[in-house]
């Protein structure tokens, strides 16, 4: 294969990758609770932007420094992802937001102080935007994304090893493949949008639910990935057996 072909082909993958099951789920529970149109694209990007860069230090150091990583490590990365889209899904069903932003203002007497405050560069659209996505959703999307990469990453990383003989392809590769999926997710958490804030809008409890909802299917999704890793793969067992997919 060409240069080119190689990094289409990681493109045309990491699109695919971010349809992964356990990403739906979880992208799905954080976008259930935006309320404003645009955030959800917002979300997903902080989502991508967080594999991306797992993806990216794993692989390279894989590459580089031929990092062999042991089955019952690769286990618990994946066992990682089921703890997350439990406490996903907890979060969800309990209603439970991770910041609150408080806001006050000062009345001044004699004596008054002024203060220094930061505040958001204009276009407006993108203020109300990241104001509505709320610090706490997309912090809680960038580490969800992290640790979605350190399962994923391992897997990907093998992939370029056993194909593609040039360490600098191999790096381009997981570049263009962490493209791919950041692209991929933008997509997914834009095209989740549009119906879940329909629904919210069209019935007044429908917010409510789809969290409840989305919450749920996180909940019972991470279940079966931690038994799944812990007891059908082995995690807990004195032989564990890892297939990096």
């Not at 860069?53 to 692989?59: F, M």
């Not at 093998?158 to 590769?173: C, D, K, N």
């Not at 950041?182 to 789809?210: F, H, T, Y």
Request: charged share 10%; net charge positive.
């Amino acid at each position: 294969m060409t240069g080119l072909s190689v990094l289409a082909l990681g493109f045309v993958l990491g699109l695919r990758h971010a349809c992964d099951a356990d990403h739906v789920v979880a992208v799905s529970t954080i976008v259930a609770r935006t309320k404003r149109l645009g955030a959800a694209w917002l979300l997903g990007a902080f989502w991508g932007a967080g594999h991306s860069l797992t993806i990216l230090l794993v692989g390279a150091a894989m590459i580089l420094f031929k990092v062999v990583i042991p089955p019952r490590v690769g286990l618990s990365m994946e066992f990682a992802v089921g703890v997350v889209l439990v406490g996903l899904g907890a979060l969800n069903l309990s209603g439970t937001r991770l910041w609150r932003v408080h806001r006050h203002e000062h009345g001044h007497a004699e004596g008054g102080h002024r203060h220094a405050h930061v505040h958001f560069l204009r276009p407006a659209w993108l203020r109300e935007t990241l104001e509505t996505a709320g610090a706490g959703r997309l912090s809680r999307s960038l580490a969800v994304g992290l640790v979605h990469g350190l399962a994923g990453s391992a897997a990907i990383a093998l992939l370029v090893l056993a194909t593609i003989p040039r360490p600098g392809l191999g790096l381009a590769y997981l570049g263009v493949f962490g493209l791919g999926t950041l692209v991929g997710m933008l997509s997914l958490s834009a095209a989740m949008e549009v119906p879940m804030l329909a629904a919210a809008r069209g019935w007044s409890e429908g917010g409510r639910a789809l969290a409840a909802a989305s919450g749920a299917l996180s909940l019972c999704f991470g279940l079966y990935v931690a038994y799944r890793v812990g007891f059908v793969d082995g995690l807990f067992s004195a032989v564990p057996r890892w297939t990096p997919q």
